[in-house]
């Protein structure tokens, strides 16, 4: 199994900067793709951004110019730089891996944090 822990969440005011940090352990094999998907109370999951270890990263249109999504291959883990939040930002996210990724859904990531929450609010 892969364990995924995730960090940095909290509360910050509309505009400000947050960044999400995920560490991998376990039986991480190839681990080619890492991402962060978020799921806000009522909604459907979404996945936020991935990155690729051939260098690729996708991003969802609705953060895309304001997070940043970066790898440390050396010590597995994956950082989410959130910028200009706003209150539609606000969710729960999640850390996610896989050995493949598609730019169709489920997108290959099987492997998932627990989570960490991030409030955007004044």
């Known amino acids: 199994q892969v364990q995924l822990v995730e960090s940095g969440g909290g509360l910050v005011q509309p505009g400000g900067s947050l960044r999400l940090s995920c560490a991998a352990s376990g039986n991480i094999f190839s681990m080619f793709a890492m991402g962060w998907y978020r799921q806000a109370q009522g909604k459907q999951r979404e996945l936020v951004a991935v990155?690729?270890?051939?260098?690729?990263?996708n991003y969802a249109a609705s953060v895309e110019g304001r997070f940043t999504i970066s790898r440390d291959y050396a010590k597995n883990m994956v950082f989410l730089q959130m910028n200009y939040l706003t209150e539609e930002d606000t969710a729960n996210y999640y850390c996610a891996s896989g050995d493949y990724y598609s730019n169709r859904p489920p997108h290959g990531l099987s492997n998932w944090g627990k989570g960490t929450l991030v409030i955007v609010s004044s």
């Open positions: 990155a690729l270890r051939d260098g690729t990263t």
